[in-house]
């Protein structure tokens, strides 16, 4: 019975939501200052063709695309990805990208006023340069994104900044770093993980992104998975800058006690709950073996195969000096991983 009560309250914390699987990262030829090479129009058709319910365009240098015609908020999330070089961070590049993400462009916009470095040119036809920042005015810009319902991503952290410390690649906590860049099984990807996994060590509480970054045509290479009432681009975002989604194709459901991915819980008396299900069919393969690990930050604490068939659940009574709880799910007929949840932190360590 007790079993049961649990796992039940997982169904309540996720009732009425739907599984929608799509990319957080990638660009249009939108006119402007654009350097996409595909229209928005190629892209609906390509993610009907792929099975993907939406795709993050985040234009350079301006917001217009956000505002054409064949713009759909129930298709596409909006933004855009500047570049910087951090003035004060001393390491052996100091240059980096970062994603901005907003529902409408009006937020956008009005972040780009209120930083003045940016020259922005105004209206839905305006652009802006690429300042220069500190790293305090960074993390104000930061904020900022944040305080006006965005969402901020450090996207393919390795292949743009060059240095050996983790931490010159850390800004703020409940921003997402991009781990999963190009494809699964892809080497940039190797490189993102160990510095996400080298960040959660040193108790940063950043979620695993994925993106595909694709300007010549659409791709299921790097997907994202989210759970939602509806795939409108507010409905999705409203869970993103909580941390609440997956960084991968296949869908993982979890909570500790009321909490979901992406918060901090209470450890004390509480248990795991985690299924897993509603894979992209890019990843479900009946023939394939797979497997469900669970970790802590001391490593695997459980691992076990499962079948992509029906949903596989699992209950755990947590450890209550735990720092975080997160799961990982391996295809290993292909040998890497195609989805990890995103941690649940032990609230007494980080409040």
Request: net charge negative; charged share 25%.
């Amino acid at each position: 019975m007790e079993n049961q009560s649990k796992k039940s309250v997982l169904d309540t914390l996720y009732e009425n939501r739907n599984a929608y699987h799509g990319e957080l990262h990638d660009h249009s030829s939108s006119g402007g200052t654009s350097d996409g090479k595909r229209c928005l129009l190629h892209w609906r058709s390509a993610m009907e063709a792929l099975e993907m319910d939406f795709a993050t365009i985040l234009d350079h240098r301006q917001v217009r695309h956000m505002t054409l015609p064949a713009w759909d908020d129930e298709t596409f999330i909006g933004g855009s990805e500047p570049g910087t070089h951090i003035k004060d961070l001393e390491c052996e590049s100091n240059a980096m990208h970062y994603n901005m993400v907003f529902s409408s462009p009006e937020p956008l916009m009005e972040l780009l006023e209120e930083f003045e470095e940016y020259e922005f040119t105004g209206g839905y036809e305006g652009h802006f340069k690429y300042p220069q920042f500190t790293r305090e005015r960074f993390c104000q810009l930061i904020d900022t994104v944040k305080a006006k319902g965005g969402f901020f991503v450090h996207p393919h952290p390795k292949q743009t900044m060059k240095s050996e410390r983790a931490l010159d690649y850390y800004f703020r906590d409940e921003t997402g770093i991009e781990v999963f860049y190009y494809s699964y099984d892809h080497p940039h990807t190797a490189e993102n993980y160990k510095l996400w996994t080298s960040l959660l060590a040193q108790g940063k509480r950043v979620w695993a992104c994925a993106g595909g970054d694709k300007h010549r045509c659409a791709s299921d290479g790097a997907l994202t998975t989210v759970y939602a009432k509806n795939k409108k681009s507010s409905s999705l975002l409203s869970h993103i800058r909580k941390g609440d989604f997956v960084c991968g194709g296949v869908g993982i459901r979890m909570c500790i006690g009321s909490t979901l991915m992406g918060g901090m819980a209470d450890f004390e008396n509480s248990h795991l709950s985690v299924t897993v299900g509603d894979f992209h069919k890019k990843y479900y393969e009946p023939g394939h073996s797979y497997r469900f690990d669970l970790i802590d930050e001391t490593g695997v604490v459980a691992s076990l195969p499962f079948s992509c068939k029906e949903p596989f659940s699992f209950l755990l009574r947590v450890n209550p000096e735990a720092r975080f709880y997160r799961v990982e799910i391996f295809d290993e007929t292909r040998g890497f991983r195609i989805a990890i949840g995103n941690p649940i932190w032990n609230k007494k360590y980080y409040e």
